[in-house]
């Protein structure tokens, strides 16, 4: 497949990997932010490959998995409703909220329903006007926008049946925390897709105020060494900087209309992280025109947060600082047929993607 | 039949309408003598050599895919349960529970294809039965099959695998993954459309020949739910012996590949239903290969990886990039995710 | 995070396009884009084209790394 085979070349992919060996000769640790990087890296293989001098964090770059437990507390309670359909993508359906899962409460008669885009569930509720359809609108920069055009639609069809459930973040100030809890990196894999729409500009205080490298990178393991190389260079010698290694999909401005499409539909709203708490305008709620969707606005759902199940190291690993091997729950009580924390459920949490990948 | 277009619950009573159902839909497609007879157990004589005993339930939602639908299914997937067991299939038993208010052409189509495919795989349907059931107790249409076969004394061990060893070589059919997004397809829920055929197919006429001809076979087993990657787990599981594939080897049509990568699955872990894995000593696969390529069902069938000291109780696969991850087995069905 | 793949422009009707990759057609919503044209390779998402691809900026990045080997 065009842009995908190319990539997986294996001979580049060795020629990067000989070069990567040959310059990465003092220590690097590289957090690599997106759930997807750390996925693919798992996928291919990479971890095993790279030098002893580079080490590989893995950060809150999974929605599900920085998704509080309340969020999943509240999107069953709504699919126990009279009436009422949730509509989620299939990530979320075995995340445990307090109690239960979707799909639990699915076995039970919640009626919920698993779908690849929202404009899906517009159309549900379109078709059938007697059921109030909510959709749970998770994940970053790269997936808000689909819910941003969904509003529009609703706001334009004049839906009275759609809500938006949103737990949508943006990246930034979660990087920026990582930082501020003290977490020894000294460069960030920046997430392609979430740059693919918002552009590289908001990096450029990491590397101003923190000093720490910071390089877009692609999905595809050429992409990922390329980018690692990248990051050996700018610590080799000694200039941070922000870099574009996806070129193909990233323009330092970003997608300007999907952002112009975000702003009009979405404010900024403080949100809470699993493992970083609360922090100050990194989430994204309906802004005051699009009130009338917002389900927590509707149904008057609290943000308040309860405390994580014993044991469970999730906010650790979130934050980079803990590998999910150190984790006492990991592969014992904590595995993806029986998940206690959210980074073992999502196929790209940190957990999850060693317990199926890593070689150990 | 024409006269109800519907099935009722009276079809299931045992008076007139179920007979006529029996005499107008079953025994017209599955009109093998043993059958015929209508006694309430089939007769048959006893065979040489061992018999294998297998029964599967199959429900498939929709009823219809592309490459086949649930019937193609219930007929293929025992008499593929039975070639895995190193057996000659001979016989099936079919059972239907039908939702009242299915379709008479619907069901009649799907007799059809059952009794299509048993003729076309040369084993005979010889006794069956049918339950009508309201509506909302089943949907549409569950089929369960049983079938008997027979093994040869000198491939009796094929079903459990026992001589499998370092060394020996593991062979897949075809292509991975084509069943599962055929009916993912199907299902029209994710918005979009591809001409994906499901690999559905007896496999007794392909694997027959290698039985024959007297090659070494050290295990058998269709890939179906949880996919291949989940056999070889089971291979693997609790052993002294490891396995290690090549990413590279592994054959996935082009359609199945692009529609993974835009779904979050891995074809390693879609189901299949005509596929079959083979594990065979090293001076044998060149001769099987070779035979499963000149079969329709194994023109794709590959050297795929091998069974080896190291990783004892693991499946490593080397990545096309020249990295190594460990294949374990499916944690719950795959769903398409954004991340 | 976020699964997103690349595929090609085949048809386009109102805020609909229908794109392919390795075969299957998937219909996706292109409303975030400023303009887009048949035969474009475009990224996909969550039934959404985020972001057009650019094949000269991907052949350059080829370049680069054979450019390494030497």
Redesign the interface.
């Given at each position: 497949m065009k842009f995908i085979n190319d990539f997986r070349d294996r001979e580049l992919c060795e020629t990067l990997l000989e070069r990567i060996h040959k310059e990465a000769v003092r220590e690097i640790t590289i957090m690599e932010v997106c759930g997807g990087h750390t996925m693919a890296l798992h996928r291919f293989g990479i971890p095993a490959l790279l030098p002893n001098t580079i080490t590989l964090l893995s950060g809150p770059g999974c929605p599900v998995c920085v998704t509080g437990r309340g969020f999943i507390d509240h999107a069953i309670g709504l699919s126990m409703r009279d009436q009422t359909m949730v509509c989620t993508y299939g990530d979320l359906i075995r995340v445990p909220g307090s109690e239960s899962t979707l799909e639990k409460a699915q076995a039970d008669g919640a009626n919920v329903r698993i779908v690849y885009s929202p404009l899906q569930c517009i159309e549900m509720a379109a078709q059938d006007p007697e059921t109030n359809h909510v959709f749970l609108g998770i994940g970053f920069e790269t997936t808000a926008p689909a819910s941003a055009v969904a509003l529009q639609k609703a706001n334009e069809l004049g839906l009275k049946n759609f809500f938006l459930y949103s737990a949508h973040k943006i990246m930034p100030p979660a990087m920026a925390a990582i930082i501020h809890e003290g977490v020894k990196v000294d460069a960030y894999l920046c997430p392609g897709h979430v740059s693919t729409i918002s552009g590289t500009k908001m990096y450029e205080p990491l590397v101003d105020q923190f000093g720490v490298g910071c390089v877009v990178s692609g999905f595809e393991p050429l992409d990922l060494l390329q980018s690692i190389l990248m990051l050996v260079q700018q610590q080799e010698n000694k200039n941070a900087a922000v870099e574009i290694q996806y070129t193909r999909a990233v323009k330092s401005q970003g997608n300007v209309k999907a952002q112009q499409i975000l702003n009009q539909v979405f404010e900024p709203c403080d949100a809470w992280w699993r493992g970083l708490g609360i922090l100050a305008n990194s989430g994204l709620k309906p802004s005051a025109n699009y009130k009338g969707f917002d389900a927590s606005v509707v149904y008057g759902l609290s943000t308040n947060e309860p405390a994580d199940p014993t044991g469970c190291r999730c906010g650790d690993v979130l934050k980079g600082l803990l590998k999910p091997t150190e984790c006492k729950l990991f592969r014992k009580t904590c595995t993806p047929a029986n998940p206690i924390g959210a980074c073992m459920v999502s196929a790209e949490g940190a957990c999850q993607s060693f317990f199926r990948y890593a070689n150990s | 039949m024409q006269t109800h277009e519907k099935i009722l619950l009276g079809h299931g009573s045992g008076g007139k309408l179920m007979h006529e159902l029996i005499e107008k839909v079953f025994l017209k497609h599955f009109n093998d003598p043993v059958l015929l007879a209508q006694a309430d157990s089939a007769v048959m004589p006893v065979v040489e050599g061992r018999l294998a005993f297998t029964t599967d339930a199959y429900v498939v939602q929709p009823l219809f895919f592309a490459g086949g639908n649930i019937g193609k299914i219930a007929v293929c997937g025992t008499i593929n349960d039975l070639v895995a067991a190193g057996a000659q299939p001979l016989y099936l038993s079919v059972a239907f529970i039908i939702e009242e208010g299915l379709e008479f052409s619907v069901l009649e189509e799907i007799v059809q294809t059952m009794a299509e495919t048993a003729r076309y795989a040369s084993v005979r349907i010889v006794c069956g039965d049918t339950k009508v059931v309201g509506r909302g107790q089943c949907d549409k249409l569950f089929i369960t099959t049983s079938g008997i076969g027979r093994v040869r004394k000198e491939h009796e061990d094929i079903g459990s695998g026992k001589h499998i060893q370092p060394g020996d070589h593991i062979i897949i059919s075809g292509t991975l993954g084509d069943h599962g997004m055929a009916v993912l397809?199907a299902r029209n829920?994710?918005?979009?459309?591809?001409?994906?055929q499901s690999d559905c197919a007896p496999l007794n006429l392909m694997i027959q020949p290698l039985l024959d001809a007297g090659l070494p076979i050290h295990f058998m087993r269709d890939p179906t739910r949880g996919g291949f990657a989940s056999v070889l787990a089971e291979i693997a599981e609790n052993k002294l012996f490891g396995i290690e594939i090549d990413e590279?080897m592994i054959p996935v049509s082009?359609?199945v590949?692009?529609?993974c990568?835009?779904?979050?699955f891995d074809p390693l872990y879609i189901a299949n239903e005509g596929k079959i894995l083979l594990v065979i000593p090293p001076k044998a696969t060149d001769e099987v290969l070779e035979l499963l390529q000149k079969s329709g069902h194994g023109k794709h069938a590959a050297m795929i990886g091998r069974i080896v000291e190291d990783y004892q109780g693991k499946v490593?696969?080397?990545?096309?990039?020249?990295?190594?991850?460990?294949i374990?087995m499916l944690?719950?069905e795959q769903?398409?995710?954004?991340? | 995070m976020c699964l997103s793949v690349p595929g090609k422009v085949i048809s386009i009707e109102n805020e609909t396009a229908l794109v392919d990759v390795g075969g299957t057609s998937i219909s996706v919503g292109i409303q975030l884009l400023e303009e887009v044209s048949l035969g474009d390779y475009v990224l996909i998402h969550s039934g959404f084209a985020l972001q057009l691809i650019s094949e000269e900026d991907a052949l350059a990045q080829l370049e680069l790394v054979r450019a390494m080997k030497g």
């Open positions: - | 397809a829920q994710l918005g979009f459309t591809s001409d994906l590279t082009e359609p590949r692009g529609m990568e835009v779904y979050g490593v696969m080397k990545t096309n990039i020249g990295g190594r991850r460990i374990s944690a719950g769903l398409p995710r954004i991340c | -």
